[in-house]
T-cell receptor, first 117, second 114 residues
Framework: NAGVTQTPKFQVLKTGQSMTLQCAQD?????MSWYRQDPGMGLRLIHY???????DQGEVPNGYNVSRSTTEDFPLRLLSAAPSQTSVYFC????????????????FGPGTRLTVL | LAKTTQPISMDSYEGQEVNITCSHN???????ITWYQQFPSQGPRFIIQGYKTKVTNEVASLFIPADRKSSTLSLPRVSLSDTAVYYC???????????????FGKGTMLLVSP
């Protein structure tokens, strides 16, 4: 299994540009989520999905859109990039409920480092 | 969600045992305690999880007192490769929508020196 994959690894945008961060998982996990991590801030939840066709907002959703048309993919869209969105973005997936005795263990991708000029 | 408090940073030397304590005074009955580890430029990785008493796996031990208002992650005989940020998360993993909306705080930066 490849686990959780994210593309691209690095991206530089100009203010106002749009782009989509890709996230895919091959573990058949129902739950997927997007976090951003800023220096000294820990991880903050942007959006999450509990299954195909179902998404919801997290702690910092403004400026981001998501959709979940398949179990495997959960893209994150920046409609009009702003310098405040410069961050490292992590996608994660998890199996709902107990799996191997562990509740909702989240598996994270390698991250996308985004810079908005 | 239960608020957690953990030290911002800790220093240790190779071969020592490291104990990182997390306070969660308002932990609820359904809450689990979960620890994640994050290396630089990588996503967090699950280490250990517990509900009460002691849990041990091949990587760490988790001690939870009877009142569950705190927990201690114990890393035996650390090495340089254990240098990382360690996050303590506490919450009802089911949540209202069945999804865990646990919050990753700032974590504890553990620096292991030779």
């Amino acid at each position: 299994n490849a686990g959780v994959t994210q593309t691209p690894k690095f991206q530089v945008l100009k203010t106002g540009q749009s782009m989509t961060l890709q996230c895919a998982q091959d573990m058949n996990h129902e739950y997927m989520s997007w976090y951003r991590q800023d220096p000294g801030m820990g991880l903050r939840l942007i959006h999450y999905s509990v299954g195909a066709g179902i998404t919801d907002q997290g702690e910092v959703p403004n400026g981001y859109n998501v959709s979940r048309s398949t179990t495997e993919d959960f893209p994150l869209r920046l409609l009009s990039a702003a310098p405040s969105q410069t961050s490292v973005y992590f996608c994660a997936s998890s199996y709902p409920g107990l799996a191997g005795g562990i509740e909702n263990e989240q598996f994270f991708g390698p991250g996308t480092r985004l810079t908005v000029l | 969600l239960a608020k957690t408090t953990q030290p911002i940073s800790m220093d240790s030397y190779e071969g020592q045992e490291v104990n990182i304590t997390c306070s969660h005074n308002n932990i609820a009955t359904n809450d689990y305690i979960t620890w994640y580890q994050q290396f630089p430029s990588q996503g967090p990785r699950f280490i250990i999880q517990g509900y009460k008493t002691k849990v041990t796996n091949e990587v760490a031990s988790l001690f939870i007192p009877a009142d569950r208002k705190s927990s201690t992650l114990s890393l035996p005989r650390v090495s340089l490769s254990d240098t990382a940020v360690y996050y303590c998360l506490v919450g009802d993993l089911g949540g209202g929508s069945g999804y865990s909306t646990l919050t990753f705080g700032k974590g504890t930066m553990l620096l292991v020196s030779p």
